[in-house]
């Protein structure tokens, strides 16, 4: 393109320095950084997803671990308390 020093550089369409061909360029540049940049926020989009996912199904699983626990010490609480009877009538 005529006169770009940098990469960095905005792009000025109202320049009449540009030709018609070097501005059909320039936009389908940018077309396709465009394409690339969607193309990654949706992977990354789902990889997300996938990994809420799967923190989701981390929690149930503790959450069931847990209340297995609880079930398990409420069962020995109790088998404890039975005990300390007899151990008392004893």
Request: net charge negative; with cysteine.
């Amino acid at each position: 393109m005529a006169n770009q020093t940098t990469d960095d550089e905005v792009f000025d369409f109202s320049n009449t320095e540009f030709t018609r061909e070097d501005l059909i360029n320039a936009l389908n540049e940018m077309v396709l950084e465009y394409r690339k940049l969607s193309q990654k926020f949706e992977e990354i989009k789902a990889e997300n997803g996938c990994l809420k996912n799967s923190s989701v199904e981390s929690s149930i699983a503790q959450l069931e671990d847990s209340d297995s626990l609880q079930t398990e010490l409420s069962k020995l609480k109790i088998n404890n308390d039975l005990l300390r009877t007899k151990s008392c009538e004893l």
